[in-house]
């Protein structure tokens, strides 16, 4: 199968910091994905990123599409406690038909 | 109301019985998705379906099946439980039509004890 690579696979941050997290793949992909996931619960979208060079926020999260479609990147600005959670990228490589493959993870962990 | 249900949320089975995990949706969506998630791993597909008559089989299918009862049902099974099949199991449904059809949406999970 595809090959996600994921970091950093953990993260302690002070409240307040940013916190920037990537994901690269050994192929092309036409599709990216950022979801969080709280204990307990699944995975919950954040962004998608259909184009090459989209750059997309969601409140304080920003994600891009690599130019080279092979990277993607997820940055949180000013966080706060409730951001703690594990980050999963996931991607979708061309003619696949619809199957995604996802990262394994980068868990956040924030200091009121 | 949650869009994407699973039953049991939790399951505890000793090796070689059969069980089945279940999944619903209200989305009105096509796709629907099986996931395992292990630690260090992510998540892995198992099995999709992108109609009632469309199964197709993931990345590690092996030791599950699958049945699409309806658009809104989707089942997992594992025929003959084993130890390594412990594992939190999401699933995942999309909308192939308009705009937002590459996105996916997940289940709350169902975490499995095979002993």
């Known amino acids: 199968g595809q090959q996600l690579n994921q970091s950093p696979q953990s993260m302690f941050i002070q409240e307040g910091e940013d916190v920037s997290m990537n994901c690269t793949s050994s192929?092309?992909?036409?599709?990216w994905l950022w979801y969080k996931q709280d204990p307990g619960e699944g995975p919950v979208l954040l962004i998608a990123?259909?184009?090459?060079?989209e750059l997309t926020s969601n409140g304080r999260l920003t994600a891009q599409f690599g130019i080279t479609r092979k990277d993607s990147f997820l940055n949180i600005s000013a966080s706060i406690p409730s951001d703690v959670g594990i980050y999963f990228c996931?991607?979708?490589?061309?003619?696949?038909?619809?199957?995604?493959?996802f990262g394994t993870g980068t868990s956040l962990t924030v200091i009121p | 109301d949650a869009d994407v249900t699973q039953t049991p949320r939790n399951r505890i089975t000793k090796t070689g019985k059969r069980i089945m995990l279940e999944c619903s949706q209200t989305?009105?969506?096509?796709?629907m998705y099986w996931y395992r998630q292990d630690p260090g791993l992510g998540l892995r597909l198992i099995y999709y379906?992108?109609?009632?008559?469309?199964?197709n089989k993931g990345e590690i299918s092996d030791g599950y099946s699958v049945s699409r009862q309806a658009q809104a049902k989707f089942s997992l099974s594992l025929e003959s439980a084993i130890p390594n099949q412990t594992a939190l199991y999401f699933c995942?449904?999309?909308?192939?039509?308009?705009?937002?059809?590459?996105?996916?949406?997940f289940g709350p999970g169902t975490r499995l004890l095979v002993l």
């Open positions: 990123l259909y184009k090459a060079g």
């Open positions: 995942a449904t999309s909308d192939s039509s308009g705009g937002a059809w590459k996105t996916q949406y």
């Open positions: 996931a991607g979708q490589p061309l003619n696949t038909g619809n199957q995604f493959y």
């Open positions: 989305k009105g969506h096509d796709r």
């Open positions: 192929s092309i992909f036409n599709t």
């Open positions: 379906s992108f109609d009632v008559k469309d199964i």
